[in-house]
C-alpha cells in the first residue's frame, strides 16, 4: 500500500509541476501552415476560433431556460411554477466544469490546445445526447449524469483550451487576448434561450404545445455545437520554443519585460535575395514567404529569474488572494444568471417570451464586459484596479436589490442585474490576463483552470444557500466585501513582490500615489521614489553580477555570456514587431 502511495503523490506532484509541451522540428513545421502549403498559419486565425468555441460552451449560461420545461416534463405541469430541482442541474455542470479545468489545465499544457478542445467536443456532444435520453425515459438521473457531469467535464476543458495559446500568441496585448477567448462565452447566453424557446415550443411549460421537444432540442443543439467546435479545434496550437513579442515571454511576469538592457548590432538584410540568405523562418504566423530585416540583440535574461514554476505559483500566498478575489466577483453574477429566466417569471410576473428577451440582455452585458475591461486593463496597465471597481459597485447592487425586488421594480431588478452581470464578465474576461501577468503565460492553462474551482465553489455552495433562502440576496454581501479587502492587498508591482525585505520589515503595500509602504520596526514608512529606485538598481546589479552578466558589445566578447543571455530576432514586418529567441 505504501508503495502505491509514493505512486500516486509522485504521479500528482508531476502532473501540477510539469508544464512542458515538446514538439518535433515536423510539427513545427507543420504548425506554419493552416492548410500545408496553401494556407500558412496566422496567429490572428485564433481568435474566431476562440470565440465560437466558447459560443458553444456559453450555452451553459442559458440552462434557466430548461428549468421550468424540464420540470413540467418530468413531475408534471403546473402552471410555470419554478420547483427548484432543474437548476440543480446547471450548479453539478459548474463545478464539474471547474473541477475538470482544475485537473486537466497542466494536461493542456503539456498536450497542446487541440487535444484538449477535441477532448472537450466529443465529451459535450456526449452529455447532450446522454442528456436527451434522460429527457425521453423520464429519468432525472440520467440528465445530472449527462449535462451534469460528462457535459460540464466537456465545458471545462473546451473553456481554457483556447484561452491559454491566446495569452501565450498575444503577450502584448494580454487583457483584449483574455477578453476575446471568453467573450463567446457571454455570447451564447443571448441567441440559446431563443434557439431553446424555438425548439421545445414557447409555451412548453404552461401549456404542454410542443414544437419538436425537449429532447430533440438537445440533440439539435448538441449535434451543431460539436461540429463547430470541431472544426474551430483544428485551428488551436502553441506558439513555437522561444516566442517572443517586445520583450515578453511565455516566463516574463509583468514589469520584468521593461528590464532589458540591450546592446544591437544591427544588419540590413533587406536588400539581400533568398540566396544571399534571407531569414525565411516563419515563426509568427505571417507570410513565410516574406522577407524579413534582422536586429541580433544580446540581453541578460531576467525572464528566466523572475519566472514561476507551476509549483510556486500554486502555493504563493499571492495566487490564493487572487482566487477569493475571483470567487467574491463571480458569485453574485452566477446566482443571477442560473434563475434570471425564473426570477423574471415568478417574481416579477414577466411572460415566457419577456423572460427569454431578459436573459438574452443579460448575455449581452455579460458578453460587453468580457469584452470590455480587458480592453480597458490594457490602455491602463492594471486588473487589480479593476476588480476592486467591479467589487464595489456589486456591493452597491447587492444592497439596493432586495429593496428592488421587494417592491416588483422591474427597472430596478433589470439595472441591478445588468450591471452585476456586466461586472461578473469582466471578471472572467480579466483573470486570464491577470494571471498571466503574475505567474507567467506558460502556467496560465494550469494556474486558470485551478482557480475556475472558485466559481465552482460560488456556484455550488452559493447556489444552494440561495435556493435554501428564497432568493435572498443580501448574505451575498459577505464574500464580496472579504473580496475587496483581498483585492486591495495583493502585491502586484513587480518590486512589491521581488524587492528583498530589509531588516525587521513585516509587510508592505502600494499606496494609490505610487509609493511603497513599509511596516518596519514597528513603524510605517513611505519610501521615496529616490530610495526606491537606488534599492532597485542594487538588486538588478546583484542578478547581474551573479547570472546575468554581459562582457562587452562585440560578438566575440559576448560569445561567453550566452549561455546566460538570451538572442533575440527582431523581425521587422510591414504592422508590427515580433521577436523570435532561438533555442
Not at 418530468?74 to 440543480?88: H, M, Q
Not at 471597481?389 to 422591474?410: E, F, K, N, T
Not at 546583484?542 to 527582431?570: G, M, N
Request: hydrophobic share 45%; glycine share 10%; with cysteine.
Amino acid at each position: 500500500m505504501s508503495k502505491f502511495v509514493r505512486k500516486v503523490k509522485s504521479a500528482v506532484k508531476y502532473h501540477y509541476s510539469e508544464t512542458s509541451y515538446p514538439r518535433t522540428e515536423k510539427q513545427l513545421e507543420r504548425e506554419q501552415w493552416l492548410i500545408p502549403k496553401l494556407i500558412p498559419f496566422n496567429r490572428y486565425m485564433l481568435m474566431p476560433a476562440a470565440v465560437l468555441i466558447q459560443v458553444c460552451c456559453g450555452s451553459l449560461y442559458a440552462w434557466s431556460g430548461f428549468n421550468l420545461p424540464l420540470e413540467a416534463r418530468l413531475y408534471g405541469f403546473n402552471g410555470a411554477t419554478d420547483r427548484a430541482i432543474a437548476v440543480n442541474v446547471f450548479y453539478l455542470a459548474v463545478a464539474i466544469f471547474a473541477l475538470n479545468a482544475a485537473f486537466l489545465g497542466p494536461w493542456l499544457e503539456r498536450n497542446g490546445p487541440r487535444k484538449g478542445a477535441i477532448l472537450g467536443a466529443c465529451l459535450f456532444f456526449l452529455g447532450n445526447l446522454v442528456t436527451a435520453l434522460g429527457v425521453y425515459v423520464n429519468q432525472m438521473w440520467l440528465i445530472y449524469i449527462g449535462y451534469g457531469v460528462i457535459g460540464g467535464a466537456g465545458i471545462g476543458i473546451s473553456y481554457i483550451s483556447p484561452v491559454s495559446p491566446l495569452q501565450k500568441w498575444f503577450p502584448e496585448i494580454r487583457g483584449v487576448a483574455a477578453g476575446l477567448a471568453v467573450c463567446g462565452f457571454g455570447a451564447g447566453s443571448i441567441f440559446s434561450p431563443y434557439t431553446q424557446n424555438a425548439l421545445i415550443g414557447p409555451d412548453y411549460a404552461a401549456t404542454g404545445q410542443e414544437f419538436l421537444g425537449i429532447e430533440l432540442t438537445f440533440v439539435i443543439l448538441g449535434s451543431c455545437y460539436f461540429v463547430v467546435m470541431l472544426v474551430s479545434a483544428l485551428i488551436l496550437r502553441m506558439p513555437p520554443p522561444g516566442y517572443v513579442v517586445k520583450g515578453v515571454t511565455v516566463h516574463t511576469v509583468k514589469g520584468a519585460e521593461k528590464l532589458f538592457v540591450t546592446k544591437d548590432k544591427v544588419e540590413d538584410e533587406t536588400a539581400k535575395t533568398d540566396k544571399q540568405g534571407i531569414e525565411m523562418t516563419n515563426i509568427t504566423g505571417d507570410n513565410p514567404q516574406k522577407p524579413r530585416k534582422s536586429i541580433t540583440t544580446v540581453v541578460p535574461d531576467y525572464n528566466k529569474h523572475f519566472s514561476m514554476s507551476l509549483k510556486e505559483a500554486l502555493t504563493s500566498p499571492q495566487y490564493w488572494m487572487m482566487y477569493f478575489t475571483f470567487l467574491g466577483s463571480e458569485i453574485t453574477g452566477l446566482l443571477i444568471i442560473s434563475k434570471i429566466q425564473s426570477i423574471a417569471q415568478n417574481q416579477l410576473k414577466q411572460s415566457n417570451a419577456v423572460s427569454a428577451d431578459i436573459n438574452s440582455g443579460l448575455g449581452g452585458v455579460n458578453l460587453l464586459g468580457r469584452l470590455l475591461l480587458p480592453f480597458l486593463s490594457d490602455l491602463i496597465q492594471s486588473r487589480k484596479a479593476l476588480f476592486i471597481l467591479s467589487l464595489i459597485c456589486q456591493a452597491v447592487c447587492l444592497g439596493c436589490l432586495p429593496s428592488a425586488m421587494a417592491a416588483d421594480s422591474l427597472a430596478g431588478v433589470l439595472t441591478c442585474a445588468f450591471v452585476i452581470g456586466f461586472f461578473y464578465g469582466g471578471g472572467f474576461g480579466l483573470m486570464p490576463a491577470y494571471l498571466a501577468d503574475q505567474f507567467g503565460a506558460k502556467n496560465v492553462g494550469a494556474t486558470h483552470g485551478m482557480i475556475l474551482t472558485a466559481w465552482a465553489i460560488a456556484g455550488v455552495g452559493g447556489g444552494m444557500v440561495f435556493t435554501k433562502y428564497d432568493l435572498n440576496f443580501r448574505w451575498i454581501l459577505g464574500p464580496v466585501l472579504l473580496a475587496l479587502i483581498l483585492a486591495v492587498f495583493t502585491p502586484t508591482n513587480l518590486r512589491d513582490r521581488m524587492l528583498p525585505r530589509v531588516e525587521d520589515e513585516r509587510f508592505r503595500l502600494r499606496l494609490p500615489n505610487g509609493h511603497m509602504l513599509r511596516f518596519v520596526g514597528g513603524r510605517f514608512h513611505v519610501v521615496s521614489t529616490e530610495e526606491e529606485e537606488n534599492e532597485w538598481e542594487a538588486y538588478l546589479a546583484s542578478l547581474s553580477t551573479r547570472k546575468l552578466s554581459i562582457k562587452d558589445s562585440s560578438a566575440e566578447k559576448a560569445a561567453d555570456a550566452i549561455s546566460q543571455s538570451t538572442v533575440v530576432k527582431v523581425n521587422e514586418r510591414q504592422n508590427e514587431n515580433e521577436l523570435k529567441t532561438p533555442v
